[in-house]
Each structure stands twice: as structure tokens, then as C-alpha cells.
């Protein structure tokens, strides 16, 4: 059974920084590219970056670029989303998914997602 389970969420000031993780399991996860989406109330899930199945290669939506990092740790089936400079319009849940190996931002990419974290950005 594939469980991708997120933590780290929570409520931050802006210009504060997060750390989301989530744990993979019942996957190969050096198999799989991992990215993060979020979704703001009220609107589309949106893609935010994406890291391919090694770690080598990442990709970032325009509004996270130079904010967010996204990594993954293969030895722990872990990915992370770090995220720094966060602004009010960064309040989200966050999702994390388990795709294609190569990175992409269409969430139909991906076959796994977890549950959601909420991050909220106070202003």
C-alpha cells in the first residue's frame, strides 16, 4: 500500500520559514519524481516545484523560485520543501505526489499524493 505521509505544516509570520517532509512508503521511491502542490482556498491546486527521480534536476513555479527548495533524501524515501520568505499568499495545504521520474507540473503526472498539510502565512 503506497502511503505518502506530510508533516511540518503549521502557522508562520511572514517572512518566516517552513520545513515540509513527507515520508514514502510502499513505493520504490528512487523510481518516482516528487513534487509539491498547494491550494490556496477557494482556488485550482497549483504546482509549486518538482524534483526528479535523483535528486539532479528541480523545477519551481515562478511565485516559489528563490523561496522554496524542494530536495529529497533516497535513503529515508523522504522529499522536503523548504520554504523561506514566506508571504501571506504562500497559505496553503500543501500536497505532496509521487509521479513520472522526470519532473513535471501537471498533477496528473502523479499517480500518489498525500494528505495535505496547512500552511498558514499570518500578515
Known amino acids: 500500500q503506497v502511503q505518502l505521509v506530510e508533516s511540518g505544516g503549521g502557522l508562520v509570520q511572514a517572512g518566516g520559514s517552513l520545513r515540509l517532509s513527507c515520508a514514502v512508503s510502499?513505493?520504490?521511491?528512487?523510481?518516482?519524481?516528487m513534487a509539491w502542490f498547494r491550494q490556496a482556498p477557494g482556488k485550482e491546486r497549483e504546482f509549486a516545484a518538482a524534483?526528479?527521480?535523483?535528486?539532479?534536476?528541480?523545477t519551481y513555479a515562478n511565485l516559489v523560485k528563490g523561496r522554496f527548495t524542494i530536495s529529497r533524501d533516497n535513503a529515508k524515501n523522504t522529499v522536503y520543501l523548504q520554504m523561506n520568505s514566506l508571504k501571506s499568499e504562500d497559505t496553503a495545504v500543501y500536497y505532496c505526489?509521487?509521479?513520472?521520474?522526470?519532473?513535471?507540473?501537471?498533477?496528473?503526472?502523479?499517480?500518489?499524493w498525500g494528505q495535505g498539510t496547512q500552511v498558514t502565512v499570518s500578515s
Open positions: 524534483v526528479n527521480w535523483s535528486g539532479g534536476s528541480t
Open positions: 505526489a509521487a509521479g513520472s521520474r522526470s519532473v513535471m507540473s501537471d498533477p496528473d503526472a502523479y499517480a500518489y
Open positions: 510502499g513505493l520504490t521511491f528512487s523510481n518516482y519524481a
